[in-house]
């Protein structure tokens, strides 16, 4: 069965930075294309960045480019959400999904920004 | 980006019956590869998402087959035949052909 924690989520001052991470088991982690997903509190489903299965292909939204990325550790089945100069409208929770087609997720970590 | 736009916004619907969301893309989903990569999201509220539909017309496992996927090019529709009172949420539709990935803005089916 392919299961999906997230971690790392929390309170966070404008400005600061977080690592979320998505512990992966249940399929062949480092053979997927994993992504993260967001969704701020009373919005829909953002889709924010993914990552080929080496790694050497990443995808952001513009909403995050330059500030927010993403990485994985085949050894470790992880996958990582490094996110920097975080502001109010990165508040969300925080999902992580496995493959292109978003196939299974994680329960998601909420991240708010806020002094 | 692509823009995937869903009709409607919410539905009421009673126990039974069927309901229809619409969504449409401002570009086609077919890819080089010949296939069509469009998903069907639902989430309820303290659950994480969960997807029902892929490529379009392919249901997941464990989906009950009340739900069914249609459409091609930038034209694509999610139907329960039957809602039950298990179906309340929020459904999304999400476009995997095009760089970036985007997401309608959900449609809420609530129970009459």
Known sequence: EVQLVESGGGLVQPGGSLRLSCAASGFIFSTHAMNWVRQAPGKGLEWVSSISPTGDDTYYADSVKGRFTISRDNFKNTLYLQMNSLRGEDTAVYYCANRWNFDSWGQGTLVTVSS | ?112
């Not at chain 2, 249901?59 to 459409?71: A, E, I, K, L, N």
Request: proline share 5%; net charge positive; glycine share 10%.
């Open chain 2, 1 to 112: 980006d692509v823009v995937m736009t869903q009709s409607p916004f919410s539905l009421s619907v009673t126990l039974g019956q069927p309901a229809s969301i619409s969504c449409r893309s401002s570009q086609s989903l077919l890819y080089i590869d010949g296939f069509t990569y469009l998903n069907w999201f639902q989430w309820r509220p303290g659950q994480s998402p969960r997807r029902l539909i892929y490529q379009v017309s392919k249901r997941d496992s464990g989906v009950p087959d009340r739900f069914s996927g249609s459409g091609s090019g930038t034209d694509f529709t999610l139907k329960i035949s039957r809602v039950e009172a298990e179906d309340v949420g929020i459904y999304y539709c999400m476009q995997g052909t095009h760089w970036p990935r985007t997401f309608g803005q959900g449609t809420k089916v609530e129970i009459k």
